[in-house]
């Protein structure tokens, strides 16, 4: 498979000012001369990698297609490690189509969804952890999140090197007592302990940080919840910055969830507006409260709205019953007006221990302090940490996780049992950190990475 010539559409489809077409494999650069008419006279096979060549993609019947330029890079220095060329032609779908069917009338075939990152892991110029950081960078919805993806993908992220190294040294110890005992002696188990005891450490701060990074990568999940005619749409509006949802004085306007994704503080926020809380005979709104009961048992975070004027009802009590306290910020709005039915103290007494906001969403008070809240809750709150920040997605944190599973278990059972049974314990949690890397997964599970990949890349 490596050794076929690759090609497909880089850019979206559709009009545009470029479109921009990729190959790969060690018999591109002969194959697209087919095709290419430089104005120059220079064969295509004397230029140089990084190089942009003017010149013509041709029909079979010798006929102009499009004015393009033609990038080459040469293996091993290129993205996938063997020789690349990009067309960039006028991207229209009409030119990007010929030129498309131009490639692989020479001999080129479609690639697959994300083949031409894999093929870089499988050349060896990326690792598989670097390679995801490629969706990662694709996907970032915020700075905060696109820095933490480019780390990955530079290789700047050498935590789980660092666990590996300490792993391998353990090994080696135990190896050593197990096949040179007269000359190594016992094994230190005091030292083995400690080496042991800094890997868990190492583990369970490498955890929690791929735990901040899944709120950077997928967003953190906000819900405004609350009984109707409250201000959840009006709020929702105003951290939108736009015009998102109905509002009017009529309660039970919002029968949906509404949500919308915004940036607070370089945390990716999908927020959600529900509708309001409370026994109703209509069907629609019925399956309106349904809904936001589901997205509510999904949240990360809960923004829990009470109304000033109203005061605090049995509906609300009601709501907050079904409410997680330690995912909870309670807004009490409408704090302009003159007419105030919480008294001083009243909502402490009722929300003991959470963040409370006093605001006034129509005059934009209480906001910028509510965007505070959700921050002190991501590097706070909810997930705490020690400032370690690293990229890990769902697979390699599974795979963290069995390692971590066998140290610990090699910790329980240090001096318990035999050191060739240790020895197991160590190797597994080896085995399974190799899977981060990708130096010990199935070629299947590859293959499944890389299919969530857009073709392309």
């Known amino acids: 498979m490596l050794k076929e010539d690759i090609v497909a559409l880089s850019t979206p489809p559709g009009e545009g000012g470029i479109g921009i077409i990729r190959m790969s494999g060690n018999g591109i650069i002969d194959k697209i001369s087919k095709i290419f008419l430089p104005i120059t006279e220079k064969e295509l096979g004397q230029r140089k990698g990084f190089t942009l060549n003017l010149g013509w993609i041709m029909d079979e019947d010798g006929g102009k297609i499009d004015e393009v330029l033609l990038g080459i890079m040469r293996a091993p220095h290129s993205y996938t490690g063997d020789d690349v060329v990009e067309i960039n032609c006028h991207g229209g779908s009409m030119p990007v189509r010929r030129c498309l069917q131009r490639c692989i009338d020479v001999g080129m075939r479609l690639?697959?969804?994300?083949?031409?990152?894999k093929r870089a892991f499988l050349n060896g110029r990326l690792d598989l952890s670097q390679a995801e950081a490629v969706i990662d960078v694709i996907r970032a919805k915020t700075d905060r999140g696109l820095k933490l993806a480019l780390q990955q993908l530079e290789g700047r992220n050498h935590f789980v090197a660092e666990i590996e190294?300490?792993?391998?040294?353990l090994n080696?110890?135990?190896?050593a007592s197990l096949d040179f005992p007269e000359e190594v002696g016992d094994l230190?188990?005091?030292?083995a302990y400690s080496i042991l005891l800094q890997i868990k450490e190492r583990m369970d701060r490498l955890i929690v940080a791929g735990q901040r990074s899944e709120i950077y990568r997928d967003g953190l999940k906000v819900v405004i919840c609350g009984k109707p005619n409250v201000g959840k749409s009006s709020l929702l509006n105003a951290l939108v910055r736009k015009e998102k949802a109905i509002v009017t004085e009529i309660p039970g306007t919002t029968r949906d969830v509404v949500e919308e994704f915004i940036n607070v503080r370089g945390i990716p926020v999908k927020i959600m507006d529900t509708a309001g809380i409370r026994l109703t005979e209509d069907v629609v709104e019925k399956i309106g409260?349904?809904?936001s009961k589901e997205v509510m048992d999904q949240a990360d975070l809960l923004i829990f709205v009470l109304d000033v004027e109203a005061g605090i009802g049995k509906e609300d009590m009601d709501i907050y019953q079904d409410i997680d306290?330690?995912?909870l910020?309670?807004?009490?709005?409408?704090?302009?007006?003159?007419k105030k039915n919480i008294a001083p103290g009243e909502i402490e007494a009722l929300f003991p221990g959470v963040k409370v906001i006093r605001a006034s969403v129509k005059n934009d008070i209480g906001v910028e302090e509510l965007e505070e809240a959700v921050e002190a809750v991501v590097l706070q709150g909810v997930l705490p940490g020690d400032g370690l920040e690293t990229m890990i997605n769902l697979?390699?944190?599974?795979?963290?996780?069995r390692s971590q599973g066998q140290v610990e278990n090699a910790l329980q059972t240090l001096r318990e049992v035999p050191l060739d049974c240790l020895g197991v314990d160590i190797w597994g949690a080896l085995e399974s950190l190799g899977e981060i890397s990708g130096k010990t997964l199935k070629d299947e599970v590859i293959d499944r990475i890389f299919h969530d990949f857009c073709i392309g890349k």
């Open 188 to 191: 230190d188990y005091l030292e």
């Open 165 to 169: 190294d300490s792993l391998l040294r």
């Open 395 to 401: 697979r390699q944190k599974n795979a963290l996780i």
């Open 111 to 117: 690639a697959e969804p994300g083949e031409f990152t």
């Open 289 to 291: 409260v349904e809904k």
């Open 172 to 175: 080696a110890m135990l190896e």
């Open 329 to 338: 910020i309670v807004l009490v709005n409408k704090e302009d007006l003159d």
């Open 325 to 327: 306290r330690k995912r």
